[in-house]
């Protein structure tokens, strides 16, 4: 009887014990498979959120590439909590790719920083600014330019300076500048 009553104490033990573990972030919405272009018009990604406004954030390409590329149009947009490159992004991408692949830049390497806005967990702002920057280095590659050429990191949110939509919306973005 006396190990019974032990065997209940310990289980009751255990369970008083257990942990409020903090569940991990959950991922950001958006592969970091580069897009394929559709024949004709596109429907919006299953993921996108109502509400989305691609208009709403952006590829921040450095005046020094943007010079030596003959770059004038460095918008490429992200939506609110989302990774993917839409359509209108493809040209100036495509245009990042050529110059460092055949262009005036070729040979040199690409970095590509991305950035959050601050309304999610530090942990997960990371994560979408990484998956940013990852889908930007999966298309360019995909057009052309070498895989090693290109360097990404995430700053998540360390960088924001946004405090309402319109300031958020320059904080979601991925910053292209020359590697080392």
Do not use: W
């Amino acid at each position: 009887m006396r190990s019974i009553g032990i065997a209940a104490l310990l289980s009751m033990f255990a369970l008083a014990c257990g942990s409020d573990e903090k569940k991990p972030a959950a991922a950001p919405t958006g592969g970091t498979e580069a897009p394929i272009a559709a024949a004709g018009p596109a429907a919006p990604p299953a993921d996108e959120k109502p509400g989305d406004n691609p208009n709403q954030s952006q590829i921040n390409i450095s005046d020094e590439i943007k010079k030596a590329c003959g770059i004038t149009d460095s918008d490429a947009y992200f939506a609110f909590d989302s990774a993917n490159i839409r359509p209108q992004d493809h040209k100036i991408l495509g245009q990042l790719a050529d110059c460092f692949s055949k262009g005036p830049l070729k040979g040199r390497e690409m970095r590509l920083v991305g950035h959050a806005d601050p309304r999610g967990e530090p942990e997960y702002n990371i994560v979408l600014g990484g998956r940013r920057a990852d889908n930007v280095k999966g298309f360019i590659v995909q057009k052309g330019l070498s895989s090693d050429k290109v360097a990404t990191t995430s700053r998540g949110e360390m960088d924001a300076t946004g405090t309402d939509d319109a300031s958020y919306a320059r904080d979601r973005r991925v910053d292209v500048v020359l590697g080392n």
